[in-house]
């Protein structure tokens, strides 16, 4: 298949490219970008007047809820949703059920991705046996089969021994290790941030220093080791000024941040929305203001939609009570827009890209998230004036719980492309 995308917009951070500018498309690769190539003729022309042309978003977490929770979500459902928001390139948790601690389980869960002829996913591997912080996994086996790194999920390795282990035998090997920056006894059972409403709520809370204190053992135990650790979904300002200190000391480490705590704090909890039941939970205004000037000054280095579908029994129940998480795939790219918006110049439209593009492909080490020629076709055009109302009817996940239901946001997606393969069309 040959395509030609005429007319349009081209930003691709990556490579510093912001221009009108037409690209094409031959056996799922890019062959040029500017002047058509000699002999070229396209089987599909797609006029992008209009729109923009990036990357297609590289998310750094989004559950696909298989195996194991399809009552929740399947990978048809979901690598759908990831085409209506533009995301060609996902990376996945191993809190499956069972856990992907063993390679054939990898092998299986990237067979019926592969099946689907939607986006890349790439998952992570456990890092310990049924993520019980004991025994480290089979780590070369896990990426043999695919793993791109190595993580706990939401689980936390109360016994440093093992994390120690762990470190370093990633790092003897090369191996990531994403964590989530969470102490194992601090904060345990609470369901919101330490903090004058959680109190005033009757909330149990979970105080940042369950974020630092994390953070600090493990700067201390890398300090030790030649590992490459990525932390995933830091939430506090304080958390963020040890990322900063320990970049500026040269530590391996990279940090994301979930997209809606780029935009929400505790007090949208309102009254008692279980929307707005997170892991880690939404943070004061200082921490979410913190967030966005970390996101300028390149201490958190991408946005990930942390997208956690979860069904209406398990949501719709009093607030502790309430399963956390909340739909992200669709939302990723127009929350991503609206912190640009909100921003009032400060925030480029290529800076709130590279966030979602090529910095987590960076990041992750994907082959992905830049439109130079000769990289693999993943793209997405979109509109970037249009706007679009969120509702359960226009979200294609099975997940339908966000706190911006009802939100208009920036940026409508227009035609997804994987690997040179049309795979959403809405023009």
Not at 78 to 89: K, P
Not at 271 to 296: G, V
């Amino acid at each position: 298949m040959k395509l030609h995308i005429k007319n349009g917009r081209v930003i691709d951070p990556a490579n510093g490219v912001d221009a009108l500018q037409d690209v094409f498309i031959t056996a799922g690769k890019i062959v040029a970008i500017g002047s058509q190539p000699a002999g070229f003729v396209a089987n599909k022309v797609i006029d992008a007047t209009g729109l923009v042309v990036s990357p297609g978003l590289v998310d750094l977490s989004a559950r696909l809820r298989e195996p194991g929770f399809e009552y929740k979500a399947t990978l048809e459902s979901e690598l759908q949703a990831a085409m209506r928001g533009g995301v060609t390139s996902l990376v996945c948790p191993p809190d499956t059920d069972p856990v992907l601690d063993e390679a054939g389980l990898v092998e299986m869960l990237k067979q019926r991705a592969r099946n689907q002829n939607k986006a890349h996913v790439y998952p992570l591997g456990a890092l310990t046996v049924g993520l019980k912080g004991e025994s480290l996994t089979e780590m070369a086996a896990l990426t043999e089969a695919g793993c791109v790194g190595f993580s706990q999920a939401e689980e936390p390795i109360a016994d440093t021994n093992v994390l120690q282990r762990a470190l370093q035998y990633a790092g003897t090997f090369g191996y990531t290790v994403w964590l989530r920056p969470q102490d194992a006894f601090i904060g345990k059972g609470g369901v919101a941030h330490s903090g004058p409403l959680a109190s005033r709520l009757g909330l149990s809370g979970v105080p940042v220093m369950a974020e630092t204190i994390a953070l600090n053992t493990l700067f201390e135990l890398m300090r030790g080791t030649d590992v490459r650790v990525h932390i995933c979904r830091i939430s506090s300002a304080a958390g963020l000024n040890l990322v900063r200190q320990a970049k500026k000391e040269g530590l391996a480490i990279s940090c994301d941040v979930g997209v809606h705590h780029v935009h929400l704090t505790d007090a949208d909890i309102g009254y008692f929305d279980s929307n707005a039941r997170m892991t880690p939970p939404l943070r004061s205004q200082r921490d979410r203001d913190a967030i966005q000037a970390a996101l300028l000054d390149g201490t958190i280095d991408a946005i990930c939609s942390d997208h956690t579908p979860v069904d209406d029994d398990e949501k719709m129940l009093p607030f502790a009570e309430a399963s956390p998480g909340a739909t992200g795939l669709e939302l990723l790219l127009s929350l991503s827009l609206k912190w640009a918006e909100d921003s009032r110049g400060t925030v480029t439209l290529p800076q709130a890209l590279a966030r979602i593009t090529s910095e987590p492909a960076r990041v992750a080490k994907l082959p992905c998230g830049q439109l130079g020629v000769g990289q693999v076709a993943d793209l997405c055009l979109f509109d970037p004036l249009a706007r679009w109302k969120v509702e359960a009817s226009a979200i294609v996940s099975q997940g339908k719980h966000t706190l911006f239901m009802g939100y208009e946001l920036p940026g409508v997606v227009k035609v997804t492309i994987v690997a040179g393969h049309v795979a959403f069309d809405a023009l």
